[in-house]
């Protein structure tokens, strides 16, 4: 008895511990608008959700605010809908039910829900550790090193799919290694279903799903006590109708709509950009990615870890999750070959790609590290204390350099606050179509406008003379790109007439109308 309650103390603790950190990382931007690093990217999934509500919750044809997309006419072309292909929504979508029962399409709203997501993901990435390691404080340390990662704090409460899609990994890894200990079945089940969803909501976690699968297989044909058992095959077969199944249907909707979401591979074409893309790593690794303190850290577990499983004489069995991870980690390198540009601007690949293994590494570092006894438990206990104490700080620091005051999406966002009312007081129906010259990123401004239109995000005269020729009925220009030395763009003024200024914004007519 006296042990059991020992153990639920532990985790109480334990999961204070990990709440207190969470919570105070993402309440000083828990109702921020999208700003500062992808602000772009994180609009768009922000948008999705009020598309949902616009579109009567039709989850098969998601839309966001935007005519004329991105792919394949890189804005140039009027598709007529503003319905996009995109990975499976489901994260958006739910988000878009609460704000229409809460009557707020609040930033809050999108922002506690991906934090709720994320915090049960760290719960069951410590159930993990503590699975592997059986401590308390192993468990929690590593759950600490997740969420005080500086990319990690920036992107979980934000509006992307990389957070809550990493927390179906949690789970599925934790169901998975229930299974590996205990030969249960329903979580072979459950593990390959919880997998699956990660991948459909972001494709590039089909990496642990696959990993899962070719472990397996590697059992079967390394380990003598592995038994085959055909059931096994079923959730897997699953598994793949269902992704090929969305796949499939994201296909026909990127054919017949278009998409403001990248759909195909990015690996380097030239060694120019290959020194690009490791230059910037470089420098995201030292600050970004991990903090300095997390990279000594990890970087000490496995040398000592070897260095004792050396002394000990221990090898690594063909059962050993030790071979999950090395399969796991070849897989993410696949994986980063073949999207390797984009790793050079989208510092959020990294939690899509190379985060989860490292954790998993880690935790199998602990793993294989003795527990101190008699009085020098206390030693782990402070070293603990001071190591999250101090990857907090990185993280926090890390995040105030992404701060600009002068940063456009921020400037955007505060020009076109209040947009909707005072065009609410022009009498400009909410089904009017606007065109936006200038305003970046491209959804921020209709989201606030509350009104769809086609985005013109730079001006530069390729895609002026283009979208000039668009079915819109109004131009809103922000007062403090319009500029007289750009030409391109005072072109296309010069095309319309100015019909009303609220110190902010100018919004236009075609002088034919």
Avoid at 430 to 454: E, H, V
Wanted: charged fraction near 15%.
């Amino acid at each position: 008895m006296n042990a059991q309650k020992n153990r639920i103390v532990e985790y109480a603790i334990a999961i204070l511990i990990i709440a207190i950190v969470a919570i105070v990382s993402a309440l000083p931007t828990i109702n921020h608008f999208p700003a500062f690093t992808h602000a772009w990217a994180q609009t768009d999934w922000y948008s999705l959700s009020i598309g949902f509500q616009n579109n009567g919750f039709d989850f098969l044809h998601p839309e966001t605010l935007i005519y004329n997309k991105q792919y394949p006419s890189y804005w140039q072309g009027d598709d007529g809908t503003t319905i996009t292909s995109v990975d499976f929504p489901i994260h958006t979508y739910i988000v878009a039910i609460i704000m229409k029962l809460l009557g707020t399409q609040a930033p809050w709203v999108f922002r506690c829900w991906t934090f709720i997501v994320s915090f049960i993901g760290l719960w069951f990435l410590f159930l993990v550790c503590k699975r592997l390691t059986n401590n308390v404080l192993k468990s929690t340390l590593v759950v600490c090193l997740a969420i005080t990662s500086p990319l990690y704090t920036y992107y979980f409460d934000g509006f992307l799919p990389s957070a809550p899609a990493l927390a179906f990994v949690f789970i599925g890894l934790w169901a998975y290694v229930v299974y590996y200990q205990g030969n249960k079945l329903k979580y072979w089940h459950i593990a390959i279903a919880a997998l699956t969803l990660a991948t459909l909501i972001r494709t590039s976690q089909a990496v642990p799903l696959a990993a899962v699968c070719c472990f397996e297989i590697f059992q079967l044909i390394f380990n003598k006590d592995k038994k085959f058992n055909k059931i096994q095959v079923i959730p897997i077969i699953l598994s793949a109708i269902a992704i090929g199944g969305y796949m499939w249907w994201n296909a026909q909707l990127r054919a017949e709509n278009g998409s403001l979401f990248l759909n195909n591979l990015r690996p380097a074409e030239n060694k120019e950009q290959i020194d690009s893309v490791f230059d910037i790593m470089n420098w995201n690794w030292k600050f970004r990615y991990f903090s300095k303190i997390q990279h000594w850290l990890v970087a000490a577990s496995i040398i000592a870890a070897i260095a004792y499983s050396i002394l000990k004489h221990k090898k690594i069995h063909s059962n050993s999750l030790v071979w999950l991870a090395i399969i796991y980690s070849f897989g993410t390198l696949l994986f980063f070959m073949a999207m390797f540009l984009q790793y050079h601007d989208h510092d959020y690949y990294f939690l899509d790609s190379f985060f989860a293994p490292i954790l998993l590494i880690f935790i199998l570092t602990l793993k294989q590290l003795p527990e101190l006894k008699n009085y020098w438990k206390i030693l782990p206990l402070v070293i603990s204390i001071l190591l999250l104490i101090i990857m907090f700080n990185a993280a926090k620091l890390d995040n105030r350099r992404r701060i600009d005051a002068n940063d456009r999406a921020l400037q955007c966002n505060i020009n076109y606050e209040g947009s909707d009312k005072w065009l609410d007081s022009l009498n400009i129906s909410r089904n009017a179509k606007i065109l936006t010259l200038g305003a970046y990123p491209q959804n921020s401004p209709f989201i606030k406008m509350q009104r769809k239109g086609y985005a013109a995000m730079w001006t530069d005269k390729w895609l002026l003379d283009k979208v000039m020729q668009f079915d819109f009925d109004y131009v809103v220009i922000e007062n403090s790109i319009i500029d007289s030395n750009n030409k391109d763009l005072n072109m296309a003024i010069e095309q319309l007439k100015c019909i009303d200024n609220n110190g902010k914004l100018k919004i236009y007519k075609r002088k034919t109308e």
